[in-house]
């Protein structure tokens, strides 16, 4: 660690860090994306490794993970084991899970592909045999403030003036039949996807850790594979997504009309995810989410050809100019 990098530690860090019995360990700060929160890699003398989080209060808040984090752990799910914890100051010290994140680990050895998504795909069977987790629910309230990101910043991005009385009600009517079917629900982790699944030990089909798992809810089980399969940072093909998706069915059994709902999450999470791209461009100043618009589109235009997602469809079609669709939502200036 360079000296410049010492002076920039967080107050308080060496005291955690002693009380946790981590006093004696190297610190190796990780570069961050001009978040609150930080993360460093400690290594002790005996060769024993950690990952420090610092999510300070009042600008984050480390309960919601730390409560999540016990949960899957208590049910027999690959989370980070929490080694220590000082939620009022920010501190969490968990267990190190490595480098080889499944995205950056496919992209090096691209054959192992088909293993490393059946392993993600039974880690969400696994997850979705367990109790739904004591986590605030995926209502319908809480789709609609999601989808309604794409009128708030994409459309005004793209100078379009469009019907948000409209949008709502579409949505409304085309999510009330899966609403039902979230009676028994499972924990959605809201953000499976390949950037987020650590392989272990260095194998796509060993068991597979689990992080950014903070924002959990409970709800349709349908959630999580979309996040999966329709990646907005990883393209997955048609054929790969529509193997898993019928892996997990053959597996989880999980009845309903399975495939609409799939479709009407789908739909639901890339307009989310076009208008939270589109804000972290045009409020936060980072461009790179700009490229993926294209490929969350894409899928988005898949799944509002299902029949399910008409009322939706016929929103788009009065609403978004055709030239756009085709072009994968067009370029924001």
């Known amino acids: ?17 002693a009380k946790a019995g981590w006093d004696n360990a190297a610190i190796d700060p990780i570069p961050g994306d001009a978040s609150f929160r930080r993360y460093f890699r400690l290594a002790k003398p005996d060769s024993d490794k950690a990952m420090l989080m610092h999510a300070p209060p009042p600008h984050e808040n480390p309960e919601p993970f730390l409560k999540v984090a016990h949960w899957l752990t208590d049910h027999g799910m690959r989370a980070p084991e929490i080694l220590a914890e000082d939620a009022a100051k920010g501190w969490v010290l968990l267990e190190d899970f490595g480098n080889d994140r499944m995205r950056d680990w496919l992209d090096l050895n691209p054959d192992s592909e088909r293993a490393a998504y059946k392993a993600a795909i ?22 609609q403030r999601e989808v309604g990101l794409l009128t708030e910043w994409y459309a005004p991005a793209q100078g379009l003036d469009v019907d948000g009385d409209g949008y709502v009600s579409a949505w409304e009517e085309a999510l009330a039949p899966l609403i039902t079917r ?14 987020n699944i650590m392989l272990l030990n260095g194998s796509p089909s060993a068991t597979q850790g689990l992080i950014d798992f903070q924002d959990a809810l409970v709800g349709h089980p349908a959630y999580d594979l979309v ?22 069915i053959q597996s989880a059994q999980p009845g309903g009309d399975f495939a609409a709902d799939y479709a009407r999450l789908g739909a639901q999470r890339n307009a989310k995810i076009v208008g939270i791209f589109t804000r972290l461009y045009k409020r936060d100043g980072k461009p790179r989410y700009l490229s993926m618009i294209p ?26 100019p055709e030239e756009l669709r085709r072009s994968g939502g067009g370029r924001i200036v």
Do not use: C
């Not at 920039?8 to 860090?17: A, Q, S, V, Y």
């Not at 039974?122 to 789709?143: I, K, N, S």
């Not at 996040?227 to 997990?248: N, P």
């Open 1 to 17: 660690m360079t000296d410049n990098a010492k002076n920039d530690l967080p107050e308080g860090l060496h005291d955690f860090l």
């Open 227 to 248: 996040s999966l399969l329709q990646d907005a940072r990883r393209d997955v093909s048609l054929q790969l997504e529509k193997e898993m998706l019928d892996r997990y």
């Open 122 to 143: 039974d880690a969400l069977v696994e997850l979705h045999q367990r109790p739904a987790g004591p986590f605030d629910t995926y209502d319908m309230p809480t789709y």
């Open 295 to 320: 490929r969350v589109w894409a899928a988005m235009e898949r799944d509002l050809a299902h029949s399910a997602l008409k009322p939706v469809a016929r929103w788009f079609d009065a609403n978004i």
């Open 182 to 195: 979230q009676a028994k629900p499972v924990t959605v982790l809201r953000d499976y996807h390949a950037e």
